[in-house]
Nanobody, 126 residues
C-alpha cells in the first residue's frame, strides 16, 4: 500500500514563500510520476504541477508557472513544491498524488493518479 503525507502548509502573507513536502511510503517511489493539485473552497480540484518519475520533466499550470517549482528526491522518497511570490488566489488545500503509469497528456487529469495524500492547507493573506 502506498501512502502519501503532505506537510509544510500554513499561513503566509502575499509575496511570501512556502515549501511543501510529500513523503511517500513504498519501495517503488522512483517509478511513480508525481503531481501536485489544489482545491479551494467551492471549486474543483485543479492541477498545479507534475514531475516525471525520473525527475527529468516537469509541467506547471499557467497560473503558477515561474513562481512554483516542483522537485523530487528519489533517495528520500519525497517530492517538494517550492512556492514563491504567493498570492491570495493560491489559497487552497494542496494535495500530492502518485501515478503508477500515465500518458504524458494525462499529467493534469486528477483521475489519472492512483494514490493521494490527505492534503495540507495553504492560506495566503492579502
Amino acid at each position: 500500500q502506498v501512502q502519501l503525507v503532505e506537510s509544510g502548509g500554513g499561513l503566509v502573507q502575499t509575496e511570501g514563500s512556502l515549501r511543501l513536502s510529500c513523503a511517500v511510503s513504498g519501495r517503488t517511489f522512483s517509478s511513480y510520476a508525481m503531481g501536485w493539485f489544489r482545491q479551494a473552497p467551492g471549486k474543483e480540484r485543479e492541477f498545479v504541477g507534475y514531475i516525471a518519475a525520473s525527475g527529468g520533466r516537469t509541467y506547471y499550470a499557467d497560473s503558477v508557472k515561474g513562481r512554483f517549482t516542483i522537485s523530487r528526491d528519489n533517495a528520500e522518497n519525497t517530492i517538494y513544491l517550492q512556492m514563491n511570490r504567493l498570492k491570495p488566489e493560491d489559497t487552497a488545500v494542496y494535495y500530492c498524488a502518485a501515478a503508477r503509469g500515465l500518458y504524458l497528456l494525462q499529467y493534469g487529469d486528477p483521475n489519472a493518479y492512483d494514490y493521494w495524500g490527505q492534503g495540507t492547507q495553504v492560506t495566503v493573506s492579502s
